[in-house]
């Protein structure tokens, strides 16, 4: 290399804990687009934008549903302008105001708010919301509008839309969890006692639902309740640590040279975040 050219900085890869077992391989090649994989980057942001131009294709022939996949890959290796950017495409591509174009809405505005933009975040929620307000997706976009107002300083409409969430659907944990943190906020601590008591029974057993029932617990003067769910939730941290600390050990005894890596799936079909 010349004096006179500059230095090449090097790659920055991906900091993510690798791929789950159950990774599905993803394309941006279904049948609407046409586009060589061996000489196109497939989470090219700008190769994505050139691919659906509405002015070549028309909005029937694009498949959304492989946008999302892609939007949800971006998200499991932490690129998240890109998955803002795909969201949105998926949402202009979508039949208007089908749940499709409801989803792509919602996990846009989950992934402004890993970017900590909570304007634009709230401004997805709510046009996810304005769509259909007691869809499937409605109560995912409850409780995240719910975690991104209560960010913005807006408490008290974060504790409406929490409430929201529980009454669209009285069997998502998420919903029941954001609930009692804002009571606990508010001093209503029997009532987070019961909401997270419901997130748990519904199978939201981590450290985090744990943790804040203990502080309502022993704000109550609950102390001995208060101290067993302590105990549990740092039980459970530990037991988590140990599960990181074995996958990363397997992760190099198998590793034999430089692995490729590539994008993972995130479950269900809206993004969820965690616990406020």
Do not use: C
């Amino acid at each position: 290399m010349s004096d006179d050219e500059p230095e090449r900085q090097p790659h920055k890869f991906s900091e993510g804990q690798g791929l789950d077992e159950d990774y599905e391989e993803f394309t941006l090649d279904p049948e609407a687009l046409t586009a060589d994989p061996s000489q196109v980057d497939p989470v090219d942001t700008r190769v994505i934008a050139d691919l659906l131009d509405e002015r070549n294709i028309p909005k029937d022939r694009v498949d959304v549903e492989s946008l999302l996949e892609v939007g949800l890959s971006y998200m499991e290796i932490n690129r998240f302008e890109e998955a803002t950017e795909t969201f949105e495409r998926a949402a202009q591509f979508a039949d208007d105001d089908s749940l499709e174009e409801q989803e792509s809405w919602t996990n846009k505005g989950v992934a402004h708010a890993e970017l900590e933009e909570w304007d634009e975040a709230i401004g997805a929620y709510q046009e996810a919301l304005r769509i259909d307000d007691d869809s499937e997706h409605a109560a995912s976009a409850e409780t995240n509008l719910a975690y991104a107002l209560h960010e913005s300083g807006r408490t008290e409409q974060a504790l409406e839309h929490a409430e929201k969430a529980v009454e669209i659907d009285p069997r998502f944990p998420q919903a029941w969890y954001n609930r009692g943190f804002f009571l606990v906020e508010r001093g209503l601590l029997e009532d987070a006692v019961t909401a997270f008591d419901n997130a748990i029974r519904l199978g939201m057993r981590n450290a985090e639902v744990l943790e804040e029932k203990a502080r309502a617990l022993d704000e109550l003067g609950r102390e001995d309740e208060a101290e067993e769910a302590a105990e549990r939730a740092e039980e459970i941290r530990k037991e988590a640590e140990q599960e990181m600390v074995r996958e990363h050990a397997d992760g190099d005894a198998g590793t034999g040279g430089a692995g490729d890596m590539g994008g993972g799936r995130v479950g269900g079909d809206d993004l969820d975040l965690g616990g406020l």
